[in-house]
C-alpha cells in the first residue's frame, strides 16, 4: 500500500462496495435518535437524521471531540457526515 493510498481514498468517490471493502464492511447503527453532522462535533451543522436500528457505512475514520465522545465517520447521501457515538454503535 502506498503512503498516499488514505489521500487517495478521500480525494476519490467511493461506492458503498468500496467503502465496505476499505472498512471491512463495518456500518454504524443508530441506537436511538441521532443527527448526522458535517464534522465530528456539536458545532458542525446538520445534515439529517438517523432512528433507533438505521444504519450507514463507516468509512474507518473516527475522532474525538473536546469533550471527549467519539465520532464515527460514515457514508451519507454520496458524501460523509459524522455521528455521535453516544447514539450509535459500530456493527
Given at each position: 500500500m502506498s503512503e498516499n493510498f488514505e489521500n487517495e481514498l478521500d480525494m476519490m468517490e467511493l461506492t458503498d462496495e468500496d467503502l465496505e471493502a476499505v472498512a471491512g464492511g463495518k456500518k454504524?447503527?443508530?441506537?436511538?435518535?441521532?443527527?448526522?453532522?458535517?464534522?465530528?462535533?456539536?458545532?458542525?451543522?446538520?445534515?439529517?437524521?438517523?432512528?433507533?436500528g438505521d444504519f450507514l457505512t463507516y468509512d474507518g475514520?473516527?475522532?474525538?471531540?473536546?469533550?471527549?465522545?467519539?465520532?464515527?465517520?460514515v457514508k451519507y447521501?454520496?458524501?460523509?457526515?459524522?455521528?455521535?457515538s453516544r447514539y450509535s454503535t459500530k456493527k
Open positions: 454504524i447503527v443508530a441506537t436511538g435518535s441521532v443527527k448526522v453532522r458535517k464534522g465530528p462535533g456539536l458545532q458542525y451543522g446538520l445534515l439529517g437524521y438517523l432512528q433507533k475514520h473516527s475522532e474525538k471531540d473536546d469533550r471527549g465522545v467519539r465520532w464515527y465517520r447521501q454520496g458524501g460523509f457526515g459524522w455521528v455521535s
